[in-house]
């Protein structure tokens, strides 16, 4: 297939606008590492954004970076970190769920799909953090939305619309991003040997308590135990940060919390890093033959009871719980479809929606990767489409039929 | 500023009285508000140099009612101006001569508390407020705080994207809604966002609907997250030589990875005329005062406050308080939140801006908005959400004198252009409305201001929701749909190609 590989922003507009006026479709990517996210992309020619890597410009005193959209998370990472800084929002590498090296992905990548890791229910997924974009449109002109302050209510939050868009609106050229502090210290609390349905309730109360947990996840037994979670048992994790002085405190008042449930044991250090790493990469249900992976986002009360009714209906399953159980990653064999009608009816009864993660081809080709829209919800979405890209020519058939 | 609104449509405005019959028909005897004198009670919200009478005004109680007032609308071509509380500062409530008013004022119930999940559910009437006292005994809060939230509602809060003294810490108000049921102009009912999960299948709906200022959709219903009450909270407060001196402590507390709840910041005027209005015991010779808040776990907020306090003394400051005291902390605050009604006191009128600058500028602007105001011969007070660079630069004027007022609008936007030119916005958490519509052109250019406008489209084709708000210039969406073909050359062809 035809590459295209502009150099400047204008070279993507003159693309864009001639591939309109010619009904060529494109397949926008980064790096391409989640081109295994969403459904394949049918289109006549790649445009390969790789020139658009580089920060651009970074003021740590404003906790604020611009910068092109193939610039790697890892070099990005390692800028911040000299810094003291970071992106709180904290994007997972999906590389090795899709069989690729883990290091390579992208952050336009990581904004296009809208991603997020455990820290996600306080600090946010990439839309909270995207504060300005320039973009070019399917019709081949060139804009920019938002601006360079968090505080902006200047004209529609286009960069929310664009973050987890998935490329289907426009073609991101450069993004401004808000960086959080790292903190001083850090330490995980593991809760072992904790069983789903009481996991389920002592993340409320620790989510509902004021001891501002950064993230909390329950991985059971089988999952716990595997490569790169060296953990004994089941186990309830909850993450805090602050000055280091402060953290034994939070341990203490966490014990008291959660009273004779189980033990807190501490976890420091790289252990509570990697921990985490391991938590946000989705690591414990890396591929293992032909296994799908399902995301789903449900009430976090709800998360626990889910996977276990689920784990009754489906022989094989594995899963865990990120942010207090709001999200739950499902393992489950490929088979014809993934299982889709019984995980998507749970996941709509609990008041939620499923996601197909990864899938075989096979698969994707019989369950939409998205949760279907609910009523009224469609229209306005295809009118948008029309309204940014009315050849439909960017990304055609990522999000399902377009 | 002379304002330029949508040119009335003269059949409209002839048909009022069928209008009138035809609303009538469509919603409860109390729910239509048609004679002149009730009218007058809409004719303007918080921006108050702005004032006109609506055809009508309509009280529906249900989505339903909504809906079927929209559909009506949309039939006989008539504009909707949708309304909370009316407390907008940037004239998002102004209404339309040939236009209704749609509040949502009945909408008033919470609807669910549910604090395993940690959210509620209210409709788009109840105030900000009343959130957090429906779940303050259970330890519970709803975050976002703006200046107005006795008063302003939910409802309100999402369509401004409304922030407030705490936002620095715990996000906007887009930041805190998890979903939304809104009614589009031709009245059909969509839920956006995730319900009570934290995000949704498809586009970012809830995201772009979020401060759109009313001009996509009628919110019928809010899902809120609520926030547990921190376990301790503690307050500095400081005095400064120099506004830079004080810009440079803020910016060195938010660098050294702290995030306090909220950080303020007062000019020398704000700081006096608080004074004299409630003796909140501010150093009266300050050049700059300081409220730093920080809340969390007991022993976090004291390691916390330690370090702020060294961070204040580093950067030369003439005076320190510091309290763990509810009632001490309250007292901090007392002049800042009192700010307006300080300044009230000193001048008959005053705009109240709100631009928003990156921190390090601070000192550049102060000292341009300084000069402005020697130019343009009026005073003005500064208080800040200094943590995030959010201004409320407040002028001071007189209507009844001659020119005033035109003079603090063309300051105003002489400020707002400043904010622009350093890298900020035209505004951080009032919204455009009406105020700085004509200034858009500073930031955006003709594309950019067209795809926007293209949004407004999908949502809305004949442009009946707000019109006049937010965009200089209003085109047809017909006209912007178009598709500008280039005759199919290709004018890319030097590039490299695999």
């Known amino acids: ?402 | 500023m002379s304002l330029t609104m949508p040119v009335p449509d003269g059949a409209v405005i002839e048909g009022r009285a069928d209008l009138l019959a035809h609303l009538a028909r469509l919603l409860p005897a109390d729910a239509v508000i048609g004679a002149d004198s009730a009218l007058a009670a809409y004719e303007c919200d918080a921006l108050t140099a702005y004032v006109q009478r609506p055809l009508a005004v309509v009280l529906p109680r249900t989505t339903e009612e909504v809906a079927r007032v929209l559909r009506a609308c949309l039939e006989r071509g008539v504009r909707v101006v949708p309304r909370g509380a009316g407390t907008s500062l940037s004239g998002g409530a102004l209404p339309l001569a040939d236009g209704i008013v749609l509040s949502l004022a009945r909408f008033n119930r919470i609807l669910d508390i549910d604090l395993d999940n940690r959210c509620i559910t209210a409709q788009p009437g109840v105030t900000n407020l009343a959130l957090t006292k429906a779940v303050e005994a259970d330890g519970f809060f709803y975050a976002p705080d703006p200046s107005s939230q006795i008063a302003c509602t939910i409802g309100g809060n999402v369509a401004e994207n409304s922030g407030g003294v705490h936002c620095l810490k715990y996000g906007l108000t887009t930041h805190n809604l998890l979903g939304l049921e809104i009614v589009l102009m031709d009245g059909t009912v969509a839920r956006i966002g995730g319900g009570k999960t934290l995000d949704a299948p498809g586009y970012d709906l809830l995201g772009v609907v979020t401060g759109s200022e009313g001009l996509l959709g009628v919110v019928t219903e809010v899902t809120v997250r609520l926030t547990p009450a921190p376990q301790g909270i503690g307050a500095l407060l400081a005095g400064f030589a120099t506004v830079e001196a004080a810009g440079e402590a803020v910016a060195a507390i938010v660098g050294a990875g702290i995030v306090p709840a909220g950080i303020e910041m007062m000019d020398n005027l704000a700081i006096n005329a608080a004074e004299d209005f409630c003796a909140p015991g501010y150093p009266r010779d300050a050049a700059a005062l300081l409220i730093v808040e920080l809340d969390g776990p007991a022993g976090e907020v004291e390691a916390q406050m330690d370090r702020v306090s060294a961070i204040l003394a580093d950067h030369g400051a003439t005076s320190q308080k510091r309290t763990r005291d509810a009632a001490e902390r309250l007292g901090f605050w007392a002049g800042r939140k009192a700010a307006f009604p300080a300044v009230g006191r000193i001048s008959p009128d005053y705009l109240c801006m709100d631009g928003t600058i990156p921190r390090a500028r601070l000192p550049e602007v102060l000292g341009r908005i300084a000069s402005l105001s020697a130019d343009y011969g009026l005073r003005c007070a500064n208080v800040f959400h200094a943590g995030d660079g959010n201004l409320h630069p407040l002028i001071l004027y007189d209507a009844n004198v001659d020119d005033e007022l035109a003079r603090a609008e063309a300051f105003g936007a002489d400020i707002l252009r400043t904010c622009v030119a350093v890298g900020g916005v035209l505004t951080g958490e009032h919204g455009v409305g009406i105020e700085k519509r004509d200034l858009m052109g500073e930031m955006f250019d003709d594309t950019d201001l067209a795809v926007q406008q293209r949004l407004k489209c999908a949502f809305d084709p004949k442009g009946l929701l707000n019109p006049g708000k937010v965009f200089p210039v209003l085109h047809a969406c017909v006209e912007l749909g178009r598709l500008k073909v280039s005759g199919g050359k290709l004018r890319f062809a030097d590039l490299p190609r695999f």
């Open chain 1, 1 to 402: 297939m035809e590459r295209l590989a502009p150099r400047s922003t204008a070279d993507v507009a003159a693309i864009v606008a001639d591939c309109t006026a010619r009904g060529h479709r494109l397949n926008v990517i980064g790096a391409g590492t989640r081109a295994g996210l969403g459904h394949p992309v049918t289109a006549d020619a790649v445009l390969d954004l790789g020139a658009f890597a580089g920060i651009e410009s970074y003021e740590p005193g404003e906790q604020i970076i611009t910068l092109g959209p193939a610039t790697p998370l890892a070099e990005l990472d390692a800028v911040l970190t000299d810094s003291g800084q970071r992106l709180a929002f904290d994007p997972p590498d999906t590389g090795p769920l899709f069989g690729e090296a883990p290091g390579l992905g992208t952050i336009g990548g990581a904004v296009a799909a809208n991603l997020a890791g455990p820290a996600r229910p306080r600090a946010g997924a990439a839309r909270d953090h995207l504060l300005g974009i320039e973009a070019v449109s399917g019709r081949g002109e060139v804009f920019k939305a938002g601006g360079r302050v968090v505080k902006n209510v200047t004209g529609y939050d286009l960069p929310k619309l664009l973050a987890g868009s998935f490329g289907t609106l426009a073609v991101m050229t450069r993004l401004t991003l808000r960086l959080g502090g790292r903190p001083p210290g850090t330490v995980t609390a593991a809760l072992l040997d904790i069983a789903p349905a009481e996991a389920g309730h002592l993340m409320q109360r620790i989510a509902g308590s004021g001891l501002e947990p950064v993230a909390i996840a329950y991985l059971p037994a089988e999952v716990a135990v595997r490569e790169r979670h060296p953990l004994a048992a089941a186990a309830l994790l909850v993450r805090f940060e602050g000055p280091a002085s402060a953290l034994p405190e939070r341990l203490a008042d966490l014990q008291r919390l959660v009273g004779t449930a189980a033990p807190v044991e501490a976890i420091e250090g790289p252990d509570s890093d990697d921990t985490w790493a391991a938590v946000r990469d989705v690591a414990g249900l890396l591929p293992d033959g032909e296994r799908a992976l399902w995301r789903l986002s449900l009430p976090p009360a709800a998360g626990c009871g889910v996977a276990m009714d689920l784990t009754a209906a489906l022989p094989g399953l594995r899963w865990f719980a990120d942010w207090a159980g709001a999200r739950l990653w499902l393992a489950v064999p490929a088979g014809a479809d993934a299982a889709a009608e019984t995980v998507r009816a749970a996941a709509r009864a609990a008041g939620g929606h499923a996601l197909l993660f990864r899938a075989p081809l096979t698969v994707k080709a019989r369950v939409p990767v998205f949760e279907p829209p609910a009523a009224g919800v469609g229209a306005i979405e295809r009118s948008l489409r029309a309204a940014f890209d009315p050849a439909g020519i960017l990304n055609p058939g990522k999000m399902g039929p377009a």
